[in-house]
């Protein structure tokens, strides 16, 4: 019988070979550790779910075999592990880095998984929101400066969603391409509920790759300024229109047609991102910082598994939950 490698193994091999930005000159002392031991680090929180330095250092002490494993894939030439308080600070510098290393892993995935092998080059943009972990704080008790309960994470915001009424947390703002084959994600960030998607998108577009030549969007997108940018990248910007329905404009039924693609791509890609990482109520973090290593680690890890189930010739949509369950 052949041993199958174990996953959780797996995924730190492929972050070895996963691009990385150059590590950028600092002021001061150079990192002892590299950013691609870091990023194992994230991969192995979000895999065993556990949310701090503390809580990763306990995991790496059991004293179990694959531990010991995991412990070697994480360790530095010289068989050392960050402290705590180094996993503290460089976890922290690496939330602010997670956009850029989904974009830099999404555009390499997407030659090599080929999700547009019949062309339409799409790719849908959305936000979903993710409750803030703990109470709520009522805008009377904000704008009177006053935290009526400790578990209240006060830089999460509100905003009104047309399915879920109130909500205080969070937006994750996601790309991902529309495809039959796959849903994977090219661009992620994280920002109080409050942030208005159009504001945000640029941040997204702006550094999407070559290939891409539409970008299907709801009524939230549907702003001249965001018209010209995507327009300016040589793209096509096609949303919904605000307004009573039924619309009866000239081109209603090819945007249909287009709202239906962008909602299958991404409302999917939503709804699976959520169960996969145990978020479909609120989240397990407080603060931006943590709150963007989780949930923009969870988009990178779901990269990584994408990228394990083409290598293994699995399905791109189907098995994601129980592979990262095995691990």
């Not at 556990?50 to 694959?66: D, F, K, N, R, Y």
């Not at 830089?155 to 109130?166: C, F, M």
């Not at 290939?211 to 327009?231: E, K, M, R």
Request: positive net charge; proline residues 7%.
């Amino acid at each position: 019988m052949i041993d199958q490698p174990e996953p959780l193994l797996v995924l730190l091999s492929l972050v070895e070979e996963m691009p990385l930005p150059p590590q950028a000159a600092r002021r001061g002392r150079p990192d002892l550790y590299a950013d691609r031991l870091i990023v194992k680090g994230l991969v192995v929180l979000l895999v065993r779910r556990v949310w701090t330095a503390h809580g990763l250092l306990a995991l790496l002490a059991e004293p179990s075999p694959q531990m010991a494993r995991v412990r070697a894939a994480l360790a530095d030439a010289q068989g050392r592990l960050p402290s705590r308080r180094t996993w503290e600070r460089r976890l922290n510098r690496l939330a602010g880095v997670l956009p850029l290393l989904i974009a830099l892993l999404g555009a390499w995935l997407l030659q090599r998984l080929e999700p547009w092998p019949r062309g339409g080059r799409a790719v849908a943009i959305d936000s979903t929101l993710l409750r803030a972990h703990g109470g709520v704080w009522h805008q009377k008790h904000r704008e009177a400066g006053v935290v009526p309960h400790t578990s209240i994470d006060t830089e999460a915001h509100w905003t009104k969603s047309g399915w879920h009424g109130w909500v205080y947390g969070w937006k994750l703002h996601v790309v991902v391409t529309v495809s039959d084959i796959v849903w994977l994600p090219l661009a992620a960030d994280l920002t109080p509920a409050n942030v208005a998607d159009n504001e945000h998108a640029p941040a997204l577009l702006d550094g999407l790759p070559e290939p891409v030549g539409a970008v299907l969007g709801d009524q939230h997108y549907n702003d001249p300024d965001l018209h010209t940018l995507v327009t300016g990248a040589g793209r096509l910007l096609i949303t919904t229109k605000r307004g009573a329905y039924p619309h009866t404009d000239a081109g209603v039924e090819v945007r249909r047609l287009f709202h239906q693609l962008r909602s299958h791509a991404i409302e999917n890609f939503n709804a699976q991102c959520k169960a996969i990482f145990g978020c479909l109520g609120n989240v397990p973090t407080r603060g931006l910082t943590q709150t963007r290593l989780f949930a923009l680690g969870a988009v990178l890890l779901y990269q990584l598994t994408l990228w394990h189930h083409a290598i293994a010739d699995r399905d791109l949509r189907q098995g994601l939950k129980p592979f990262l369950l095995s691990a």
